[in-house]
């Protein structure tokens, strides 16, 4: 059975630096990107970043380069989302999902979340 | 501001049938292929439809997918209470290098 489970909800102050976790389980994880996707307080989906498990090559949404950093640990079967500094904005449910993404130049790219985390509630505040 | 536009909400009485529509451009859905995605209350998302009308194991036929040049609509038939639930789409864009989502459509079953 696959599984990705989050780390703990955490509550953090303006400044501090964070790094929350999502553990893969029942498949092969080096051959599958995991994605990570913010909803803000009562918002939609955001698409922030990827990560292919098997080389960690990385790619990032323009909104959200620089101001996080995506990385997966193979040898644990684990990817990371971190920020150096975090802000108030950064209140957030946090979910990692497993990805798939496949180019084809007949049909473009194939993209899609498969498998989800139960998500992470980071909360930033003085 | 999302990059792919979906309509805020759409209801329909119970054992009706809805479409949720979501729309792109030219660097997204219409060279990319669309997935979507329901999420319950309170809970993590869960793909609907991946390739634009592939239905992942599990997902009962009530639920459809189709593309049609630069939009893509999800389709709900014998509407459920069970469905009520915000529904999303997702593709990737070609010009931004990265995945985008649509801006969710909240369900109501009436």
């Known amino acids: 059975e696959v599984q990705l489970v989050q780390s703990g909800a955490e509550v953090k102050k303006p400044g501090e630096s964070l790094k929350i976790s999502c553990k893969g389980s029942?498949?092969?994880?080096?051959?599958?990107?995991i994605g990570w996707v913010r909803q803000m307080p009562g918002k939609g989906l955001e698409w922030m970043g990827i990560?292919?498990?098997?080389?960690?090559?990385?790619r990032y949404s323009p909104s959200f380069q620089g101001q996080v950093t995506i990385s997966a640990d193979k040898s644990t079967t684990t990817a990371y989302l971190q920020w150096s500094s975090l802000k108030a904005s950064d209140t957030a449910m946090y979910y990692c999902?497993?990805?798939?993404?496949?180019?084809?130049?007949?049909?473009?790219?194939?993209?899609?979340?498969?498998?989800w985390g139960q998500g992470t509630l980071v909360t930033v505040s003085s | 501001q999302s990059v792919l536009t979906q309509p805020p909400s759409v209801s329909a009485a119970p054992g009706q049938e809805v479409t949720i529509s979501c729309s792109g451009s030219?660097?997204?859905?219409?060279?990319?292929?669309v997935s979507w995605y329901q999420q319950l209350p309170g809970t993590a998302p869960k793909l609907l439809i991946y390739?634009?009308?592939k239905r992942p194991s599990g997902i009962p036929d009530r639920f459809s997918g189709s593309k049609s040049g630069t939009s893509a609509t999800l389709g709900i038939t014998g509407l459920q209470t069970g469905d009520e639930a915000d529904y999303y789409c997702?593709?990737?864009?070609?010009?931004?290098?990265?995945?985008?989502f649509g801006g969710g459509t909240k369900l109501t079953v009436l």
């Open positions: 390739d634009n009308n």
């Open positions: 029942g498949y092969s994880f080096t051959s599958y990107w």
């Open positions: 999902a497993r990805g798939n993404i496949h180019y084809y130049d007949s049909s473009g790219y194939r993209h899609y979340f498969d498998f």
């Open positions: 990560v292919y498990s098997g080389d960690s090559d990385t």
């Open positions: 997702g593709t990737w864009d070609s010009s931004l290098s990265a995945g985008v």
């Open positions: 030219s660097s997204n859905i219409g060279n990319n292929y």
